[in-house]
């Protein structure tokens, strides 16, 4: 089992960065595949980023060039460095722990999601 607390979010403007953090307990953090979803109201949950226990990571095209992902399995948390945001990241973002498998990342367990709205 593996327990997920994302912080970070809020309101900015468009141009503006924001950086989500995950902090995972319950399990080697370590040993895990983490991911970033987002879910727009009325739109599909998508996987926006991901990272494997080795620290390579896969974007959306999205956001390829904006947003970063990065882990600190020190600290068992998991990054997400936003930049240049838009409106139209404005979602509720999810942190998720899973495997890579051969279709990519799954997740297997969730936060609770943290709220990012981008307005002027």
């Known amino acids: 089992q593996v327990q997920l607390v994302e912080s970070g979010g809020g309101l900015v403007q468009p141009g503006g960065s924001l950086r989500l953090s995950c902090a995972a307990s319950?399990?080697?953090?370590?040993?895990?595949?983490m991911g970033w979803y987002r879910q727009a109201p009325g739109k599909q949950r998508e996987l926006v980023a991901a990272?494997?226990?080795?620290?390579?990571?896969n974007y959306a095209d999205s956001v390829q060039g904006r947003f970063a992902v990065s882990r600190d399995n020190g600290k068992n948390t998991v990054y997400l460095q936003m930049n240049t945001l838009k409106p139209e990241d404005t979602a509720v973002y999810y942190c998720?722990?899973?495997?890579?498998?051969?279709?990519?990342?799954?997740?297997?367990?969730w936060g609770q999601g943290t709220q990012v709205t981008v307005s002027s």
């Open positions: 998720s722990a899973g495997i890579i498998s051969s279709r990519g990342y799954v997740a297997g367990y």
């Open positions: 319950g399990s080697r953090f370590s040993i895990h595949a």
């Open positions: 990272i494997t226990s080795d620290g390579s990571t």
